[in-house]
């Protein structure tokens, strides 16, 4: 299979989030970090925060955004992305943050995510990863240059398809887990 570039298949230009504003007066809800650098998505990881101006919708939080996270004292999160579950009108994403839109048709959303985390992907983020204060950073132009293998869309698909089955088990067997524990629990 060939080998992508993120920059290749972008629908448009990587984009920074916003930055809050410690004299602003307009308050609104942003994203913290925590919200990608779990093992998922976390849409409860918000906080409420101050800006100059009120943030533009197209800074707010979509589900077509892989949001990447562009610096962190752990090198192992930096540069760490998640696609959010659902769109969220009401919350930006910060300036911690680099937004990435893919082609859908080149490349899907399933697959992205989790070759992200792939270790061939996850050496060259923290090879490109930058510090002079302990945090560890990467911009757009590093995170444009990650290569990938880029296997035609209809696999991609079927690898999607997969995972969905898989997350499916997943939920299951937390929801059996969590009935055994409180049936325990009343057994005690």
Excluded at 49 to 64: A, C, G, I, L
Excluded at 71 to 84: A, C, D, E, S, T
Excluded at 100 to 106: C, I
Aim: proline fraction near 5%; hydrophobic fraction near 40%.
């Amino acid at each position: 299979w060939e080998m992508l570039r993120l920059q290749d298949v972008l629908s448009m230009p990587l984009r920074n989030g916003l930055s809050p504003s410690h004299v602003g007066k307009i308050t609104a809800k942003v994203l913290t970090l925590s919200a990608i650098t779990g093992s998922e998505f976390d849409d409860t990881a918000w906080k409420v925060s101050t800006f100059r101006w009120p943030p533009p919708s197209d800074q707010s939080v979509d589900e077509n955004d892989f949001l990447i996270c562009r610096g962190n004292g752990n090198v192992r999160l930096v540069g760490k992305g998640y696609f959010p579950m659902r769109r969220m009108h009401d919350v930006t994403f910060p300036d911690t943050m680099i937004a990435a839109r893919v082609r859908t048709e080149r490349l899907e959303r399933v697959f992205l995510q989790h070759i992200w985390g792939w270790n061939a992907v996850r050496r060259q983020i923290e090879s490109l990863a930058r510090t002079t204060n302990g945090t560890f950073k990467v911009n757009q132009t590093m995170l444009e240059g990650i290569t990938f293998i880029g296997p035609p869309i209809q696999l991609q698909g079927e690898f999607a398809r997969r995972v969905g089955a898989v997350d499916e088990l997943k939920v299951a067997q937390r929801t059996s887990l969590a009935e055994l524990d409180a049936l325990f629990a009343v057994l005690q």
